[in-house]
């Protein structure tokens, strides 16, 4: 059996998976979980595990996002001639 996880939550870059729990702990401490790491999940309603995930996917998109678009204005930045500087490098 290569992967104990079979299902749609499978980690998909080896070695994310103490950085998601980690993450996942942080985000629930944001929303008022306190000691989110110590709860039983059960005890919990399906919206309050529900919005961890939810909250953790939303914050992992605005990264990206946010990634991309330093990444578009480094490209700008990159593709435009230095203004009184022509010595090439």
């Avoid at 914050?59 to 930045?77: C, D, L, R, Y």
């Amino acid at each position: 059996m290569p992967n104990a996880r079979s299902g749609r939550n499978r980690v998909m870059v080896p070695g994310a998976q103490q950085a998601l729990e980690k993450f996942k702990y942080e985000i629930a401490n944001e929303i008022g979980l306190a000691n989110y790491a110590g709860i039983d999940k059960g005890e919990l309603t399906s919206r309050q595990n529900g919005y961890v995930g939810g909250y953790m996917v939303r914050k992992m998109i605005q990264q990206v996002e946010n990634q991309m678009a330093g990444g578009a204005q480094n490209a700008q930045v990159v593709n435009q001639p230095a203004q009184g500087n022509t010595q090439l490098l």
